[in-house]
């Protein structure tokens, strides 16, 4: 991918990396959503039996487990995987299937409020 910039990178391998994890969990394109501005986030709506479920990551926290509560509230989250940044799909689906049945994930995360672009392009780039 010569010649592209890092946030073309990230914009690419995200929306790649989202679509392994959506294909992994059994999520359809349609209940997926990425950006990538001053922060890339995700989102995949999850199905299961209760309130709402969405499994979110940002580059700053990576991947967590909220309930939506109400849509101009920010959602509730219940679970955060923890390391690393970037897990390989079948972890995300395992993270999902823990909490799902009821386990707990780890501690909240934080990767540091300075992001390193170049960085999370070379995480994101095995997707490419």
């Given at each position: 991918m010569r010649g592209m910039d890092d946030s073309a990178?990230?914009?690419?391998?995200?929306?790649?990396?989202?679509?392994?994890?959506?294909?992994?969990?059994?999520?359809?394109?349609?209940?997926?959503?990425?950006e990538v501005s001053d922060t890339a986030t995700a989102y995949l709506g999850l199905e299961g039996p209760g309130?709402?479920?969405?499994?979110?990551?940002?580059?700053?926290r990576g991947w967590s487990i909220a309930v939506e509560t109400d849509p101009t509230e920010k959602p509730v989250i219940v679970a955060h995987l923890g390391l690393p940044l970037v897990p390989p799909p079948d972890e995300?689906?395992?993270?999902?299937?823990?909490?799902?049945?009821?386990?707990?994930?780890?501690?909240?995360?934080?990767?540091?409020?300075?992001?390193?672009?170049?960085?999370?392009?070379?995480?994101?780039?095995?997707?490419?």
């Amino acid at each position: 991918m010569r010649g592209m910039d890092d946030s073309a990178l990230i914009s690419l391998g995200l929306a790649r990396y989202v679509r392994a994890v959506a294909e992994e969990i059994g999520v359809p394109p349609e209940g997926t959503e990425f950006e990538v501005s001053d922060t890339a986030t995700a989102y995949l709506g999850l199905e299961g039996p209760g309130p709402d479920l969405m499994l979110l990551w940002n580059e700053r926290r990576g991947w967590s487990i909220a309930v939506e509560t109400d849509p101009t509230e920010k959602p509730v989250i219940v679970a955060h995987l923890g390391l690393p940044l970037v897990p390989p799909p079948d972890e995300v689906a395992q993270f999902v299937d823990d909490v799902l049945a009821g386990r707990t994930g780890g501690a909240e995360p934080d990767f540091g409020t300075t992001q390193d672009r170049h960085r999370l392009a070379g995480r994101l780039s095995a997707y490419l």
